[in-house]
């Protein structure tokens, strides 16, 4: 049982850290943050390029014009962005779902002696947090593959290209090896 409580706990903070809805204002990842309705992506030394569902890319508050493939691209990364979003909330809370669970099984397992289910019970619910975590793994990977099409064409964009090839392999990698572990 203690082998999946460390990866539930990362799970649930990293679901429920990007919200709060009292600024209306998500980090997505550490790049990408959503402040009234648009997308803001956050390079190192560099204004902001903001990014609006229609498709429009504005960097330090200056439009940058864009082909209609690029607005394409452009609301394809604002919509994978709200998803990745999304997916990272409702991973967080599953995750807070299944320690709940967790520890009520164990109160429960405890109390009664049959301490047998504990385990069981809790995998069940934990199998549900990690179909939602490979959602969040598949969106990073989308965003990164749209990202780098992006900056690809849009050379306005490239700096903002900020998601690692490594980071959503690993993410896939890490739900692989605790589901072996």
Request: proline share 3%; with cysteine.
């Amino acid at each position: 049982m203690n082998g999946y409580l460390l990866p539930l706990m990362f799970l649930i903070v990293v679901g429920v850290a990007g919200c709060d809805s009292s600024d209306n204002y998500d980090t997505v990842t550490d790049h990408i943050s959503i402040h009234d309705g648009s997308i803001a992506v956050h390079a190192p030394g560099r204004a902001d390029a903001d990014i609006t569902a229609a498709g429009d890319l504005s960097i330090a508050g200056t439009s940058i014009p864009v082909t209609t493939p690029e607005r394409d691209l452009l609301t394809h990364y604002y919509t994978t962005a709200l998803t990745l979003r999304d997916h990272g909330i409702a991973t967080g809370k599953a995750g807070m779902a299944t320690a709940g669970k967790a520890l009520s099984s164990v109160a429960s397992g405890l109390a009664s002696g049959n301490t047998d289910k504990i385990d069981s019970e809790v995998n069940a619910t934990a199998a549900k947090v990690e179909a939602q975590a490979a959602l969040v793994c598949n969106d990073l990977a989308d965003l990164r593959t749209t990202q780098e099409t992006l900056a690809g064409q849009l050379s306005a964009f490239q700096p903002y290209a900020l998601i690692k090839a490594h980071e959503a392999d690993d993410c896939l990698r890490g739900l692989k090896d605790h589901h072996r572990g």
